[in-house]
């Protein structure tokens, strides 16, 4: 295991019974051998039978060692953070929604100033989505809040307002995936679910030197059941949230501070001098780009934005007309092409605002944006959800995503020129 000082967290499986199945279901070219369980992640098939197999087994000397030292860690050093303030299943289901993807430091505004628009779950589903994607502005990922809302709603009519309390039941509403549903589980209700984010598979990881890489496809089941062996029953709850602290302030990704770990006595990364070799990694794909543009198109004393279709990218956000541009077109063609194929409008360009960069998970983007004017205010739309004629001082009644507010304030400098 890399630590000659500690004991050996996982038990020996003799394969030489052949009793179907063995405790770990190793895949092995030796059957005969007296394997260490490293872990049972090493194979999802068994020797014997080829069936499918997901064990682990711990031993129990280790855990003994590692819940007391994490907890106690975690009393003596966990963040004061507003959801943590109270057990109330819906407090904790809207925090752990925006911490998807989202920073603490950036979520913990948001969070307040969510709950005291919407206080509770009736307050949530009574409200009207665009109001919930103008509190969300700025978050990312706007599905999450159509999802909430959507959740919310079904939460009021079939469960008289209180948050399911069983997995099927939790799983099953829009937008709750397994972590999700584990966390509101064991924080809020102290069942027995174990949560699995980047941060405790790269505690796993790192404890345990798993060489699988942690963004395969097949590597969640893997790690979900190590982390389900290692849940501390008796406080699941406090548990998750330890040791999700403990990778968001200790075993970080890029300085880890092992001096502070209060576990590293039982990890072989660190015993082996290897902390920053895992998690192991598939390298990605490079991102693709994309150059768009937009154009801010005025008709007398008003401009036009339209509203993005759901159910896709940024549904239901509000932005300027516009598209992609074509192979070896220019970018005001791009412009004039756009938005006559997406309103209907035929505009003429006035002059050129400015150009943003943006990156999404997947893919990045350029957009020159223009501004235009059109001699008719007749929109046909094809594509966009809805459109609205606004004065430009209106617009932060609409939720925007990102993009949009790189360039927005040029388009208020643009717009000082142009009042009627």
Known sequence: MGNDNREAAFSYIDLSAKTCHPPSGILTSQPYSILPLKLAIISDVCYFCRS????????????????PALLRWYDENQRRLPWRDTDDAYSIWISEVMLQQTQVRTAIPYYNRFM???????????AHQQTI??????LGYYSRARNLHRAANIIVQDYKGILPQTWKQIRNLPGIGDYIAAAILSIAFSRPHAVLDGNVKRVIARLFCVDIPVNRPSAKKKFSAVAAEMLYHKDPGK???????????????KSPDCARCPVKNLCDA????????????????STPSHHLVAGVVMNKNKILITQRPEPGLLGGLWEFP????????NN???CLRTIEGSTGLQIEILDYLTSIKHAYTHFKIKVDVFLCRANSSAVRLNGPNDHRWINIDDIDKYPLHKAVHKFLPRVHEAMEGFRF
């Open 322 to 329: 516009g598209g992609q541009i074509q192979n070896k077109e």
């Open 133 to 138: 994607l103008l509190m969300w502005e700025g």
């Open 52 to 67: 499918d197999v997901m064990k682990t087994t711990i031993n129990s000397a280790f855990l003994k060692k590692y819940h």
């Open 116 to 126: 005291h628009k919407f206080p509770t779950v009736h307050a949530l589903a009574n």
């Open 332 to 334: 005001q063609k791009a």
């Open 239 to 253: 548990y998750n949230q330890a040791v999700m602290e403990l990778g968001a302030l200790v075993c970080t990704p």
């Open 270 to 285: 660190y015993s082996s001098s290897s902390v920053m070799d895992y998690p192991k990694k598939i390298k990605p794909k």
